[in-house]
Nanobody, 117 residues
Framework: QVQLVESGGGLVQAGGSLRLSCAAS????????MGWYRQVTGIKRDLVAL???????NYANSVKGRFTISRDNSKNTIYLQMNSLKLEDTAVYYC???????????WGQGTQVTVSS
């Protein structure tokens, strides 16, 4: 069973920083593409960033230059360093893992990020 556990969300002032973490269970972490989506209530979930097994990264245009995704295969964990946070970054952030061996995408429970003025 795949389990993804996010942490690091919270309340921060605009211009501040937060680092999200997502710890994954199982032995396939190093071969999986992983990433982060975010969702505001009532709006579709949007991709924020992803990182492939080879370390390639993609970012949404809205976060380029401010957010950095990384992975630590020794800890089965990915991170999202979020700097220069804006009010519009407020959302629930979801970690995901693509498991080709299981034929699906798996999600964490989400962590709330709230940016205040």
């Amino acid at each position: 069973q795949v389990q993804l556990v996010e942490s690091g969300g919270g309340l921060v002032q605009a211009g501040g920083s937060l680092r999200l973490s997502c710890a994954a269970s199982g032995s396939m972490f190093s071969t999986s593409t992983m990433g982060w989506y975010r969702q505001v209530t009532g709006i579709k979930r949007d991709l924020v960033a992803l990182i492939t097994s080879g370390g390639s990264r993609n970012y949404a245009n809205s976060v380029k230059g401010r957010f950095t995704i990384s992975r630590d295969n020794s800890k089965n964990t990915i991170y999202l360093q979020m700097n220069s946070l804006k009010l519009e970054d407020t959302a629930v952030y979801y970690c995901y893992q693509d498991r080709a061996d299981l034929g699906g995408r798996y999600w964490g429970q989400g962590t709330q990020v709230t940016v205040s003025s």
